[in-house]
């Protein structure tokens, strides 16, 4: 069980927006630590696509944006592609435990 | 370019012993505080281990404790994770993650991982 929880999974048609959620509780986000979003495609690295909540690093596309409020945060995607098909994770920090928490991840398929 | 390489894994029995590996290249390594992550098969991310700059600092997930060790050698450019009394829970993909720099406690990046199988 994950200290932060996400959707199994979603899905979306190329070209629509989807919206990937991660609850946490008082102990983490909403304890004020940033939310940060990750892709992974099996067998290889994964990629960090928002940190701070809401950045984009160098080389992500605006497609991509991050959000928080209370003690969740959340991923949008906009003009789904082929290509965005892939794992996501959610993390943060949790006071209580001390340590670096994900979210159990979301399975995005691109219908 | 900034590279994180992974190495040492393998098949291993339980109650053995591996030593990972991760060699670091493209950046001041010895900046950069670096942790442990892995990904049991079917599983999410699981944060392990994490070591400060000067490798003074540790920590460790519970899960670990008393039988995994981090180092580093800022010399070498790289880290490594000493892993004994290995059980079947701890069969993963083990990847090294870079700390980014702002004290926000994510991590900037990855590399391909080494995979870790504990059976008999």
């Known amino acids: 069980q994950s200290v932060l929880t996400q959707p199994p999974s979603v899905s979306g048609a190329p070209g629509q927006r989807v919206t990937i959620s991660c609850t946490g509780s008082?102990?983490?986000?909403?304890?004020?630590?940033?939310v940060h979003w990750y892709q992974h495609l099996p067998g290889s690295a994964p990629k960090l696509l928002i940190y701070?909540?809401?950045n984009r690093p160098s080389g992500v596309p605006d497609r991509f944006s991050g959000s928080k409020s209370g003690t969740s945060g959340s991923l949008a995607i906009t003009g789904l592609q082929a290509e965005d098909e892939a794992d996501y994770y959610c993390?943060?920090?949790?006071?209580?435990?001390?340590?670096?928490?994900f979210g159990g991840g979301t399975k995005l398929t691109v219908l | 370019e900034v590279q994180l390489v992974e190495s040492g894994g393998g098949l291993v029995q339980p109650g053995g012993s591996l030593r990972l590996s991760c060699a670091a290249s493209?950046?001041?390594?010895?900046?950069?505080?670096i942790n442990w992550v892995r990904q049991a098969p079917g599983k999410g991310l699981e944060w392990v281990s994490y070591?400060?700059?000067?490798?003074?600092?540790?920590y460790y997930a519970d899960s670990v404790k008393g039988r995994f060790t981090i180092s580093r050698d800022n010399a070498k450019n790289s880290l490594y994770l000493q892993i004994n009394s290995l059980r079947a829970e701890d069969t993963a993909v083990y990847y090294c993650?870079?700390?980014?720099?702002?004290?926000?406690?994510?991590?900037?990046?990855w590399g391909q991982g080494t995979l870790v199988t504990v059976s008999s």
């Open positions: 701070g909540n809401n």
């Open positions: 993650a870079r700390m980014g720099l702002d004290a926000l406690y994510y991590f900037d990046y």
């Open positions: 993390q943060s920090y949790d006071t209580s435990l001390s340590v670096v928490v």
């Open positions: 493209g950046f001041t390594f010895s900046s950069y505080e």
């Open positions: 070591i400060g700059r000067s490798g003074s600092t540790i």
């Open positions: 008082s102990s983490n986000i909403g304890a004020g630590y940033d």
